[in-house]
């Protein structure tokens, strides 16, 4: 243990630290299944500590002390214990018995350097270097507007996020209104805003909603020292959001299993232009796939039957949108690569709505729910509302 404290406190000096993730406590008594810690430079070089258990994640910030942090949390019994930072690769194993294994590896130089110049050269909407003050806020980049090495991969999932926007602005008006269903920390909230109102000059109203009340204090923070007008943070559930305004677009990313279908139903209901939706956690439909004739042979892996569940599930997501009169396309969101939760479902309302086209697609959506046996949510949702 004290060479782990040795090790930590050197990386602490250094400023080096990335990411720790430490996971299964032997500690009965321990309330978290996980915590992480993310390393965010500023004028203080400042930490963020999250605590997760059962459906909850609560956040703590500290500036000073982290190492003497990690190994009192490590004294819960945590079997593993994950430390990236800038230049290695830290694993921290401990057994039933108490024996601890520490294995480290460092990282090639040329590779940090070779994917740091790579995304520099990246002709991104966001650019490295422009004075982008959300970013500064949200930990992406310093006080000098560099990204930090360890947010390139949130820095790149932004500017994709903003050229999938790109591709549909035109179909928000002018002073229209953007609704972000599960906006969590609102990294692509913030960057919605930022692209209409300071980059495109639209003076569109941009609304984040989110069930975690913490979330939405901490952003409703940043939205207030920014002094960003039309931006709005509510803690609620979108089950019982009601919106009196016409809705333009409605985005909603990696809200898990069915709270994804709650929001394109929503969506859905308000008759929204654009609808952009990175599914996450597709477990409904998976419990519901049993003795599919033909399919045997696919469903007896565990591994296959749940990407072949996710595939399907998204697939009838984006038939559901057909036969509502949007065009919808299933896309790569970003590189798999980047995160394995990677496909999007851009759905665009189509202003020449054939009957005959949604009729088939109407048809072709019962054959494959009859074909499965199945009845996923988006599904029920709206054949409820049809009756």
Known sequence: ??????????????????????????????????????????????????????????????????????????????????????????????????????????????????????????????????????????????????????????????????????????EVSEGGNIIDIGSGKSYLTFATYFYFNKIKNKKVKIIGIDIKKDVIEHCEEIRKKLKYENLEFINIDIKDFKSEQKIDMCITLHACNTATDYAIYSSINWDAKVILSVPCCHQEVLSQLKNVEGLEFILKHGVVKDKFATLLTDSIRSLILESKGYKSDIIEFIDENNTPKNMMIKAVKNKKNNIDSIEKYKEELEETINQFKIEPMLYKLVKSNNS
């Open 1 to 170: 243990m004290e060479k782990i404290r040795e090790l930590l406190k050197n990386i602490e000096i250094k400023e080096e630290l990335v990411k720790v993730i430490m996971t299964n406590s032997m500690d009965k008594d321990e309330k978290y299944f996980k915590i992480a810690i993310e390393g965010i430079k500023n004028k203080n070089m400042s930490y963020q500590i999250s605590y997760y258990y059962e459906k909850k994640v609560k956040h703590e910030n500290i500036e000073n002390g982290i190492s003497e942090k990690i190994i009192k949390i490590l004294s819960k019994g945590y079997k593993q214990c994950d430390i990236k930072t800038l230049t290695k690769d830290i694993k921290i194993l401990t057994n039933k018995k108490g024996k601890v294994t520490v294995i480290e590896k460092k990282k090639r130089a040329s590779n940090i350097e070779q994917k740091q110049s790579h995304n520099k050269v990246k002709n991104y909407i966001l650019k490295e270097g422009d004075k982008i003050d959300f970013l500064v806020e949200l930990g992406i980049m310093d006080n000098k507007y560099k990204v930090y090495p360890s947010k390139q991969k949130k820095f790149k999932q932004i500017n994709k996020f903003l050229e999938m926007l790109k591709a549909t602005e035109k």
